[in-house]
């Protein structure tokens, strides 16, 4: 899952970053409001956390306006006030969700999968190829019935081939998405090797194929899927 | 302007003044604490290095700083004469 955190205040962005990023959330963080809106409008979010105080764009202007680019972008507001009018004004404005300052990162991370149950429709949030099934919310992956433990990378690189299955996809499409970098991938393997261990740990034999290399291009998922339109791909 | 100002400030209640300051030191000390809860909930959370709960730990150190000021600042203004 792809989120945005949107903090002025540096400590505290870092604690959140370095926390959901030990949930396996692929994190992304902004801190002013101008740039915030730049995001939420074009890049591609599962989820996004707002504080209200921000630089460059206040906050409730962030959310009206994001909420215009991309209605069904979910987002939680976060404020160091509390006061009833300002709790309303958000949820007229479109936040999903609301959680005043001081809040345990517990409770924060506790409401965001709630939102993303929510949000996500059943067939959203399981994608299937073939008999490989991925959870995204519970963050659980089956071949045939049998659990595979994979590492967060490994998911999210998953993942990705899965909402895309039947798509090409290429190593610079995967390094940007999964690895979050914009660099090309003539200087680096990091994909291939990656392949190898996820071909690995679903056990993609010749005989039951899903994850199949374009030579010169890329790498193809392919098999039955009931995958919809991906969230945000 | 200022002397409306400072007309406000010297008619305006004792306590609506407390009531103010606290709410203004309630608003800055907000951040450092949600710092330092979510510090320390990411530090118990799983197995970790020495290294690593020592940085979690000195970050945390600097958020209770934080707040230990906001309070000084605090006490400061509500004891001016």
């Known amino acids: ?233 | 302007m200022r002397t409306a100002f400072l007309v406000t400030e010297r008619y305006e209640p004792a306590a609506a003044i407390e009531r103010r300051e606290v709410t203004e030191f309630l608003h800055a000390v907000s951040q450092p604490m949600t710092a330092l809860i979510c510090a320390l909930e990411i530090a118990v959370r799983g197995d970790r290095s020495t290294q690593d709960y020592r940085r979690l730990l000195d970050q945390a150190l600097t958020e209770a700083k934080r707040i230990a000021t906001a309070a000084r600042d605090l006490r400061a203004r509500i004891q001016r004469p």
Not at chain 1, 124 to 152: H, M, N, P, Y
């Open chain 1, 1 to 233: 899952m792809r989120m945005l955190i949107v903090e002025d205040d540096v400590p505290l962005c870092n604690f959140l970053r370095e926390g959901f990023e030990a949930e396996h959330y692929t994190v992304e963080v902004s801190a002013r409001g101008d740039e915030a809106l730049l995001k939420m409008s074009e890049t591609e979010l599962d989820v996004a956390i707002l504080d209200l105080s921000l630089p460059g764009l206040d906050g409730l202007t962030v959310l009206k306006r994001s909420k215009i680019a991309r209605p069904s972008l979910p987002v939680v507001v976060l404020t160091a006030h509390s006061d009833i009018q300002e709790r309303v004004q958000c949820l007229d404005h479109g936040a999903d969700d609301f959680i005043a300052k001081p809040f345990s990162f517990l409770e924060l991370s506790a409401r965001i999968r709630a939102l993303l149950r929510r949000t996500h429709l059943p067939s959203q949030s399981v994608l299937t190829v073939g008999d490989l099934r991925l959870d995204r919310v519970e963050r659980r992956v089956e071949r045939a019935g049998k659990r595979i433990d994979l590492t967060a990378k490994e998911f999210s690189l998953l993942e990705f081939l899965m909402c895309n299955a039947g798509r090409k996809v290429t190593r610079d499409m995967i390094i940007e998405h999964v690895w979050n970098l914009n660099l090309s991938t003539a200087s680096t393997n990091v994909v291939d090797v990656y392949i190898n261990y996820l071909r690995r740990k679903i056990g993609d034999g010749a005989s039951n194929r899903l994850i199949h290399t374009l030579r010169g291009v890329g790498y193809q998922m392919r098999g039955d899927t009931t995958r919809c339109v991906p969230l945000s791909w």
